[in-house]
Antibody, heavy 120, light 107 residues
């Protein structure tokens, strides 16, 4: 079964750090570009970051640039998001997703999400 | 960034109804528009990609149309399992953006 499973969310104080993981299974992880998307409960989804299949290129939304780092370990079929200098406005459910180049780049597989709460 | 404006934000309908949801892009995105369904406790499900292509396994009552800036998702005859949140996504640029979502509820 093709699956993405996020972990690593939790409660962290402002200014703190957290590392999210996304374990992939059921497909050739190293062949796909991967993404992080977040959603504040009750609000719309916001793209956060992307990484090419070989890790050679990363892209970030301006709101997280310089604070978040996306990475991947293709041998472990795992995607990561290192989040530093966290702010209250980073509170959200974080989803990892795969994009399918044969489907107009649509994010065709998503994880179930992991909640990050930034609060003192 | 390309802004995606989705409407309506919520919708009440009955089983058997025909339902239409729209997404408007702030600039042309050709046909790089995708539609998703999301139910509580489930992962988002891709319904339509490239504005009008039905994802494998998705019932044919779902259809998408449009190009440029204006797009539509249509459910031809609502079924009980269709009550969920629907959202659009543009993949024209690598700074991906999403519509705010439409919550489809039972009337």
């Amino acid at each position: 079964e093709v699956q993405l499973v996020e972990s690593g969310g939790g409660l962290v104080q402002p200014g703190g750090s957290l590392r999210l993981s996304c374990a992939a299974s059921g497909f050739t992880f190293g062949s796909y570009r991967m993404h992080w998307v977040r959603q504040v409960p009750g609000k719309g989804r916001v793209w956060v970051s992307s990484i090419y299949s070989d890790g050679s290129r990363t892209i970030y939304d301006d709101s997280v640039k310089g604070r978040f780092t996306i990475s991947r370990d293709n041998a472990k079929t795992t995607l990561y998001l290192q989040m530093n200098s966290l702010r209250a406005e980073d509170t959200a459910v974080y989803y990892c997703a795969r994009d399918e180049p044969m489907a107009a780049g649509a994010f065709d597989i998503w994880g179930q999400g992991t909640m990050v709460t930034v609060s003192s | 960034d390309i802004q995606m404006t989705q409407s309506p934000s919520s919708l009440s309908a009955s089983v058997g109804d025909r339902v239409t949801i729209t997404c408007r892009a702030s600039q042309s995105i050709s046909s790089y528009l995708n539609w998703f369904q999301h139910k509580p406790g489930k992962t988002p499900k891709l319904l339509i990609f490239g504005a009008s292509s039905l994802q494998s396994g998705v019932p044919s009552r779902f259809s998408g149309s449009g190009s440029g800036t204006d797009f539509t998702l249509t459910i031809s005859s609502l079924q009980p399992e269709d009550f969920a949140t629907y959202f659009c996504q543009q993949t024209y640029t690598a700074l991906y953006t999403f519509g705010q979502g439409t919550k489809l509820e039972i009337k």
